[in-house]
């Protein structure tokens, strides 16, 4: 079992700038890809950007050249720094993290956390 908490969501305004980070505890040696989703209103989750324990990064491409997601040495933790928001970006933001196939690919989700952007 892994544990994912998220923290440093909250209100911005368009252009603004925010962080968010996600601590991993538990099972962590099993956890190969960490990352965030998000939910807007009325809207599929979608994936935002992943890393792999490699440190290869993914976006979706509508934060491509916006976020940048990073990953902690002790492979504990990840953030995901966004810049240049949009109203568009609001969300509840989700970190994720996916277990290694050995392990059976198990896929764990945090309780999420809040993101709104003004315009």
């Not at 908490?5 to 962590?28: F, H, K, T």
């Not at 190969?32 to 809207?43: C, D, F, L, T």
């Not at 764990?108 to 709104?116: K, P, R």
């Amino acid at each position: 079992q892994v544990q994912l908490r998220e923290s440093g969501g909250g209100l911005v305004q368009a252009g603004g700038s925010l962080r968010l980070s996600c601590a991993a505890s538990g099972n962590i040696f099993r956890m190969n890809v960490m990352g965030w989703h998000r939910q807007a209103p009325g809207k599929q989750r979608e994936m935002v950007a992943t890393i792999t324990r490699a440190g290869v990064a993914d976006y979706a491409d509508s934060v491509n050249s916006r976020f940048v997601i990073s990953r902690d040495n002790g492979q504990t933790s990840v953030a995901l720094e966004m810049s240049h928001l949009k109203p568009e970006d609001t969300a509840v933001y989700y970190c994720t993290a996916r277990d290694w196939a050995q392990y059976g690919g198990r896929d764990y989700w945090g309780q999420g956390i809040q993101v709104t952007v003004s315009s």
